[in-house]
């Protein structure tokens, strides 16, 4: 298969697919010059990382695939709680989910176990162009210690876990310095 040009659109959709999967595009050298991938070596390894981009058809199919996969996508894989409590990542639901009768777990790294209604952790809730509806959740009533956490969401029509990442209150600066 003959490698697509890399000019203008078809050099943006290979970008976003290599994006989408992880691989950084660029980085800073030494004297701060900063180095771009090639086409070649992006094709390279997403195809190391099992997704096909010899041709526009493999990066549009592999651009589509991945939308898909948003779509299906509930909540990310890993989310943090700063001390706001507000969650970074709103959960994806179908508008006729019904919350009342969601639970949510957090399993703490010491063992311990919180648990709360969903209903009770929506702080806000956006409608999206697909249909979903997008919850933005607040953990102030639970309170998850500093830490690394699992979040798990029962009672959806799919499961949702995710790791949980409470950090640290920022150090305010002291006076003097």
């Known amino acids: 298969m003959t490698p697509i040009p890399l000019a203008g659109h078809g050099r943006a959709s290979l970008n ?4 989408r999967h992880g691989v950084q595009l660029s980085y800073t050298g030494t004297g701060g010059r900063q180095i771009r991938a090639s086409g070649d070596t992006l094709r390279a390894l997403l195809g190391a990382l099992g997704h096909a981009a010899s041709t526009a058809a493999d990066i549009r199919d ?3 695939a991945e939308e898909a996969h948003r ?3 509930l ?5 943090v709680c700063p001390q ?9 639901l179908s508008a006729q989910v019904d919350t009342e009768h969601c639970e949510v777990q957090i399993r703490r790294e010491d063992g311990g176990l919180d648990t709360a209604p969903l209903s009770q952790l929506v702080r806000g809730a956006h409608s999206e162009s697909d249909g979903r509806v997008a ?3 607040s953990l102030d009533s639970i309170r998850p210690p500093v830490g690394y956490h699992v979040l798990v969401i029962n009672r959806l029509p799919r499961p949702v876990e995710s790791m949980l ?3 640290p209150r920022p150090q305010r600066p002291r006076s003097w310095e």
Do not use: D, I, N
Request: glycine fraction near 6%; avoid cysteine; aromatic fraction near 4%.
């Open 135 to 137: 919850l933005e959740l």
């Open 75 to 79: 909540f990310e894989p890993v989310v």
């Open 71 to 73: 779509r299906e996508q």
């Open 165 to 167: 990442m409470v950090p």
């Open 62 to 64: 592999g651009l589509a």
């Open 16 to 19: 976003e697919l290599a994006r």
């Open 84 to 92: 706001s409590g507000v969650l970074s990542s709103r959960l994806h």
